[in-house]
């Protein structure tokens, strides 16, 4: 497994600056939204590829097509393998979101899960043994259903402290571990505090960032989709 990058990034101490600290406010308010096909005509039969996240996955503030999810529905297809991408990001979402949704988010021929939550959890100062608890029983459930599991990382504020930091960054790291899960160590890898990339918020890729970040996923997911597609139905 590789270490996991000690990466500060710009976008949370921009964060900081504005004087977000353990009482901020997520990402982005909570609205809960159904899960959805990125290409609603797709097959009805197709197994499913599902993107449990907060707004970096909802793709906010971008058209629908250009969400890091719709854009590996695009490589999926080129691969020539038959998944249909489930969007099932939720602005604002944190740990405990995703799993209070996590049964209805999977229905269906669900084969893969692709967790990436915690930055809501990060950006309100939660406690980290809670986050990993909650993306445990994450992993766990979606397993116990039979499903594949990717699960993707995030960084904390660092205005919160380096002890919170650092608590944070190993919640990924042990529940890749202790469950043998791929894990993808940074989702906003060369994407957080690059204003090039991001959405005049600092916050949110734009459809540049947001093609990086499909790169980044697309590295651990692209061989796991291929390996299930070998698998007997």
């Not at 116990?144 to 960084?155: C, D, H, K, N, Q």
């Not at 790169?215 to 139905?233: F, H, I, K, N, Q």
């Amino acid at each position: 497994m590789r270490a996991r990058p000690l990466v500060l990034p710009i976008l949370f101490l921009a964060l900081a600056t504005a004087g977000c600290g353990t009482a901020s406010p997520p990402v982005e308010a909570e609205r809960v939204e159904p899960a959805r096909a990125v290409a609603p005509d797709r097959p009805a039969n197709q197994p499913r590829v599902v993107f449990l996240g907060d707004s970096l996955t909802a793709g906010l503030g971008l058209p629908e097509d250009q969400s890091y999810p719709a854009l590996i529905q695009q490589r999926i297809d080129e691969a020539g393998l038959g998944f249909t991408v489930v969007n099932a990001g939720v602005s604002g979402d944190t740990s405990a979101g995703g799993l209070r949704r996590l049964a209805w988010s999977i229905e269906g021929d669900a084969r893969v899960l692709v967790v990436a939550l915690g930055a809501n959890d990060g950006l309100r100062g939660l406690p980290p043994a809670e986050m990993q608890r909650n993306l445990a029983a994450i992993i766990e459930r979606a397993r116990g259903a039979g499903l594949r599991v990717i699960l993707a990382g995030m960084e904390a504020p660092p205005n919160i402290g380096p002890e919170y930091t650092a608590a944070f960054r190993r919640v990924y790291t042990d529940l890749a571990r202790e469950h043998d899960v791929p894990l993808i160590p940074f989702l906003l890898q060369d994407v957080a505090g690059v204003a090039s990339l991001n959405q005049a918020d600092g916050i949110h890729p734009n459809a540049r960032g947001a093609a990086i970040m499909a790169d980044t996923v697309w590295r651990t997911l692209g061989p796991v989709l291929t390996a299930v597609s070998r698998e007997e139905p």
